[in-house]
């Protein structure tokens, strides 16, 4: 008895993992070779070009898209007619979730510059101090050599730093 269970319950899981390969759609392309898919045929396949629609019957099933239209130029200046909205409660929460994971970047990306900004602006202000202090400030040179700002080199150092503090200190 307990092998018929198993056999019967093997047919039953077989049958059931056959049922997405029934739902298959079956047509001949323009150049004559059978397309086989998921989807509908493209709205170009003529109706005696489909050959096979989910569910098993050929000719009973409506098409599930309609087909398109071309007008000419001329006419296309009409109003397009409103797209049928298609509400997917899913597709809908991954297109928020998509949204607010964009928004928390962009402010986590924000608050990181504002930081660096912020680093930036006590830098300029403390070297500012350093420059005014009227110390002797010294830097070193392209061959690793010390060398002591002179007046005219302070003032341009001063400069520079005020074009910082004025970018960086919003």
């Not at 071309?70 to 009409?78: F, G, I, K, R, V």
């Not at 049928?84 to 970047?105: F, G, N, T």
């Not at 700002?149 to 341009?156: G, P």
């Amino acid at each position: 008895m307990h092998r018929w269970t198993v056999v019967a319950l093997t047919a039953l899981l077989g049958s059931l993992l056959a049922l997405p390969a029934a739902a298959q759609w079956k047509w001949r392309d323009p150049s004559g070779h059978i397309q086989y898919s998921d989807t509908p045929p493209p709205p170009g396949i003529a109706e005696k070009d489909i050959l096979q629609r989910p569910g098993g019957s050929s000719n009973t099933v409506q098409r599930a898209t309609p087909p398109v239209v071309l007008t000419p130029a001329s006419a296309a200046s009409a109003p397009p007619l409103p797209a049928p909205k298609v509400v997917d409660s899913e597709l809908e929460a991954k297109r928020k979730k998509s949204e607010q994971e964009l928004a928390d970047k962009k402010k986590a990306d924000d608050a990181k510059t504002a930081a660096t900004r912020a680093e930036n602006c006590n830098r300029a202000k403390a070297a500012m101090r350093s420059i005014e202090s009227g110390m002797r400030l010294s830097r070193t040179n392209e061959k690793g050599e010390r060398e002591f700002l002179d007046d005219k080199a302070r003032a341009q150092e001063a400069d520079r730093t005020r074009e910082i503090m004025t970018s960086e200190c919003k």
